[in-house]
């Protein structure tokens, strides 16, 4: 089965449409067999749909994706999964063990709040005049 994933570094690229590597996988029995990259330079959806056509693509991980460019990739018959976010090795994994699920993301570490704790009334911010 041949997989699609649009990368941005080894990451699952924000949106399909605006990446500017496609990776393409062939997955067998559980275990991923051979993988190839290919560039993208801002194609057309039409042209993108076409490489996927080209290349026998069954299924595609991503990020975002258009809603038209879903419409067509699914009425190609090729599965979608939208939503991913994370290392596009982990992404494959996840879907060569049967794993993946739409919206999967993937967390670094402890995710930790950006808002500071309640200690009253520091001034205003940057440094200003208080």
Do not use: T
């Amino acid at each position: 089965m041949k997989v699609a994933v649009p990368a941005f570094g080894n990451r699952v690229a924000p949106r399909l449409e605006c990446a500017g590597l496609l990776l393409v996988a062939d997955i067998r029995d559980g275990q991923m067999a051979e993988r190839k990259s290919y560039p993208l330079w801002q194609p057309s959806l039409h042209a993108l749909l076409g490489l996927l056509l080209s290349l026998g693509v069954e299924v595609v991980i991503c990020g975002g994706i258009s809603g038209f460019m879903a419409r067509h990739l699914q009425a190609a018959g090729i599965k979608v999964f939208a939503n991913i976010m994370g290392d596009v090795n982990s992404a494959l994994g996840m879907f060569a063990k049967g794993d993946l699920r739409q919206g999967w993301r993937q967390i670094a570490g402890p995710r930790r709040s950006r808002r500071r704790a309640s200690r009253g009334w520091s001034g205003p911010p940057f440094g200003g005049i208080r």
